[in-house]
Antibody, heavy 121, light 108 residues
């Protein structure tokens, strides 16, 4: 049974760095084709892809946010960490982590419940 | 970056009616990398369709996907009460993933 769970601060101040952790079970990020991604959703708005890390430790970032994002993994702990620097109120959103299968057909098949991060002083 | 434009923004229909949702890409997308998700209020998105036309595990056959190139469609043949939600298309291309802005299917 695949599960993912996001954890991190609910409130951050402007200019601070956000660190989110995705803890997952039911699969290994060292298995070929396995990836974990971060996606966010501002209140009442659409989904926005942020970053992805794959089984081979290759990392991919949203072009518009790449200077602020870092994704990393700890395979032994089944965790993926996302850091986002210089937080701004417009970064207020629910942040999701999701498993991505990279194969002949690729998709986000399992999602965490999401964690709401509010950026405010 | 490939931009996905979904239409209409909102679809007002009655249970039992057919829903047709469109997703248009700014450049050609491989069908293998086009997926659809359903999201209900307060919930995470749920995978419905992958590879443009394959239903995910447990998805009822009233949901179907079609299309290729730059034009893709999600069809719900007969709306059930639990189908009223927001639907997103998503693609992968050139090492970047993008989502459409969503179509809300609401009860008329």
């Amino acid at each position: 049974q695949v599960t993912l769970r996001e954890s991190g601060p609910a409130l951050v101040k402007p200019t601070q760095t956000l660190t989110l952790t995705c803890t997952f079970s039911g699969f290994s990020l060292s298995t070929s084709g396995m990836c974990v991604s971060w996606i966010r959703q501002p209140p009442g708005k659409a989904l926005e892809w942020l970053a992805l890390i794959d089984w081979d430790d290759d990392k991919y970032y949203s072009t518009s946010l790449k200077t602020r994002l870092t994704i990393s993994k700890d395979t032994s702990k089944n965790q993926v960490v996302l850091t986002m620097t210089n937080m701004d109120p417009v970064d207020t959103a629910t942040y999701y982590c999701a498993r991505y299968l990279s194969s002949r057909a690729s998709y986000f098949d399992y999602w965490g419940q999401g964690t709401l991060v509010t950026v405010s002083s | 970056e490939i931009v996905l434009t979904q239409s209409p923004g909102t679809l007002s229909l009655s249970p039992g009616e057919r829903a047709t949702l469109s997703c248009r890409a700014s450049q050609s997308v491989s069908s293998s990398y086009l997926a659809w998700y359903q999201q209900k209020p307060g919930q995470a998105p749920r995978l419905l369709i992958y590879g443009a036309s394959s239903r995910a595990t447990g998805i009822p056959d009233r949901f179907s996907g079609s299309g290729s190139g730059t034009d893709f469609t999600l069809t719900i043949s007969r709306l059930e009460p639990e189908d009223f939600a927001v639907y997103y298309c998503q693609q992968y291309g050139s090492s970047e993933w993008t989502f459409g802005q969503g179509t809300k299917v609401e009860i008329k």
